[in-house]
């Protein structure tokens, strides 16, 4: 099992910069599939991006302004959030993908205009 732990969210105004961070309780090396998702008020979580072996993805909205990355030495996940939008308000979730399929508890993103 492994346990996530999110941190870095925070209250920014509109075209401010975030960088959420996620540690790992184990060892990640094992761990190909990694993502951020986030759930806005009232709405279902969504992905924001993700990334499967070498292989990133993100969600057109994002595309150009969140970068997602990993530091195996730290055990850590990476989501550097650029030009935020209060459209990008939420709560930001860490994920490992099955078979360890995990969840962090999330950290909050509020984006004020």
């Known amino acids: 099992q492994v346990q996530l732990v999110e941190s870095g969210g925070g209250l920014v105004q509109t075209g401010g910069a975030l960088r959420l961070s996620c540690v790992a309780s184990g060892n990640i090396d094992g761990i190909d599939a990694m993502a951020w998702y986030r759930q806005a008020p009232g709405k279902q979580r969504e992905l924001v991006a993700n990334?499967?072996?070498?292989?990133?993805k993100y969600i057109d909205s994002v595309e150009g302004r969140f970068v997602i990355s990993r530091d195996n030495a730290k055990n850590a996940l990476y989501l550097q959030l650029n030009d935020l939008k209060p459209e990008d308000t939420g709560v930001y979730y860490c994920h490992t993908y099955p078979p360890f399929n995990s969840w962090g508890q999330g950290t909050l993103v509020t984006v004020s205009s």
């Open positions: 990334m499967i072996g070498n292989n990133i």
